[in-house]
Nanobody
Framework: QVQLVESGGGLVQAGGSLRLSCAAS????????MGWFRQAPGKEREFVAV????????YYADSVKGRFTISRDNAKNTVYLQMNSLKPEDTAVYYC?????????????????WGQGTQVTVSS
């Protein structure tokens, strides 16, 4: 079992930045792929970014490419999402997730463990 706890959300003005963190505990010795997803009110959960265990591969949703950066520090069992140039449409609850496979998936259904989420609100 892996427990994931997100932090770093909050209220920010459009154009601002936030850095989300996701701390993993439990069976963290496994080589998990880590992803970030988000869910806005009334919408389905959507893929944001994913990173491989070794950090050599990353993928982003087109809507955040060039503005968001995913990274990880395996020594600290933590994954980050640096969000710059935030827009009101980025407002959502952001979730991190862990996938036991080695496939960098954009599909939420393939992830095995989820955090509780952290709210990000971008005002115009």
């Amino acid at each position: 079992q892996v427990q994931l706890v997100e932090s770093g959300g909050g209220l920010v003005q459009a154009g601002g930045s936030l850095r989300l963190s996701c701390a993993a505990s439990g069976r963290t010795s496994s080589n998990y792929v880590m992803g970030w997803f988000r869910q806005a009110p009334g919408k389905e959960r959507e893929f944001v970014a994913v990173i491989s265990w070794s950090s050599t591969s990353t993928y982003y949703a087109d809507s955040v490419k060039g503005r968001f950066t995913i990274s990880r520090d395996n020594a600290k069992n933590t994954v980050y999402l640096q969000m710059n140039s935030l827009k009101p449409e980025d407002t959502a609850v952001y979730y991190c997730a862990a996938d036991r496979s080695y496939i960098l998936s954009r599909a939420a259904r393939t992830y095995d463990y989820w955090g509780q989420g952290t709210q990000v609100t971008v005002s115009s």
